[in-house]
């Protein structure tokens, strides 16, 4: 799979805020670190290449990495 597009870190207070969670203390003291910025992207263009065994592929991913495959 390959994806292209457009990217950019943005500082929205209100979003970081509203995202935040107790794990992001590791990094940051509180959702009001000036150092926070969003990274944002905006796809243009995707392609999936198919290939025999995909299927079951990808079932193998998503079982391995413990049902973070949301489809």
Do not use: Q
Request: hydrophobic share 30%; charged share 30%; with cysteine.
């Amino acid at each position: 799979m390959t994806v292209s597009g457009s990217g950019g870190r943005r500082t929205n207070r209100a979003k970081i805020r509203r995202l935040w969670e107790s794990p992001d203390r590791a990094w940051w003291d509180s959702s009001d670190d000036p150092d926070i910025r969003l990274t944002t992207f905006t796809p243009d263009e995707g392609k999936l290449w198919d290939s025999p065994g995909k299927i079951a592929a990808m079932a193998k991913n998503c079982y391995d990495s413990h049902n973070w495959c949301k489809a």
